[in-house]
Structure formats: structure tokens, C-alpha cells
């Protein structure tokens, strides 16, 4: 998919367009990123109606390609390597969201398809002891 990153467009903007081919998928923006020993520690996140050129100095419309065989770390090294924003993958599970923090090797579409609706849990109510 093509990612059209433009003047006047915002990160809500950006996750309608990655929600149609990545559905449980989602980017946060962050205003910095810290290593600390084998971690990540980010700053405050951006609010999801900023737009792109209030975040990047000396903005230009850029397109990116996002692949479903992209992992997640190439993802978020695009993002800073190209514009300077720090950007974290989540991943939807059941109604929340969780970080894909130490799961960054895997692909984008592996990630999608990682929902807890898919994993297909079933039990049966009988089963539980208490």
C-alpha cells in the first residue's frame, strides 16, 4: 500500500488509511524516544488530531510503501529515518490495544492477524472450577 504522508493530513488521517489494509494495527507518535540499557523509553505521545507538518520542521509530502512483509521495526525506523517522528506499532487484542514492543521482528501482517479474536479461544463455561 502507498501511505501518503501530506501538508495537511494528521496521525488520525494516517491510521484510517493503514486500518484498511492493516485493521488491527495502529501507530502512536511520540515526541522523543530514549534507549536505556536494552529498552525504550518514549516521551509524551502526540495527540491523534496534530498534523504532520506541525510535527516535521521543513515539511515535504512524502509517499511511503508499507509492504505486509515489512516488520514492525522497519516500520517505525522508516518514520524516523525519513521525517524524524517516533512512532510505535499496537496491536488490537480484543478491545484493547497492546505495545508491539519486543515483537518488532515480526511482519506487519503476522502482527494483524496476532488478535486475540483470531487466536479463537473457546472454552466451555462447565470446564471452570472455582
Not at 502512536?28 to 504532520?52: C, E, W
Not at 518514520?79 to 511482519?107: A, I, K, M, P, Y
Not at 479461544?121 to 471452570?128: A, E, G, K, V
Request: proline share 3%; glycine share 4%; charged share 20%.
Amino acid at each position: 500500500m502507498k501511505l501518503l504522508l501530506a501538508t495537511k493530513k494528521c496521525i488520525k488521517d494516517l491510521n484510517r488509511e493503514i486500518a484498511k489494509r492493516f485493521p488491527n494495527l495502529k501507530l502512536h507518535f511520540y515526541t522523543s524516544v530514549t534507549k536505556v540499557g536494552p529498552s525504550f523509553h518514549f516521551g509524551s505521545k502526540i495527540a491523534d488530531n496534530t498534523l504532520l507538518d506541525k510535527l516535521v520542521e521543513n515539511f515535504k509530502p512524502l509517499v511511503l510503501e508499507v509492504h505486509p512483509w515489512d516488520t514492525v521495526a522497519y516500520l517505525q525506523q522508516v518514520f524516523e529515518n525519513e521525517l524524524g517522528l517516533f512512532v510505535q506499532v499496537f496491536r488490537r487484542s480484543g478491545n484493547d490495544w497492546l505495545e508491539t514492543r519486543g515483537t518488532e521482528h515480526l511482519t506487519l501482517e503476522t502482527q494483524n492477524n496476532m488478535t486475540y479474536e483470531n487466536w479463537n479461544f473457546h472454552f466451555n463455561i462447565n470446564t471452570l472450577y472455582l
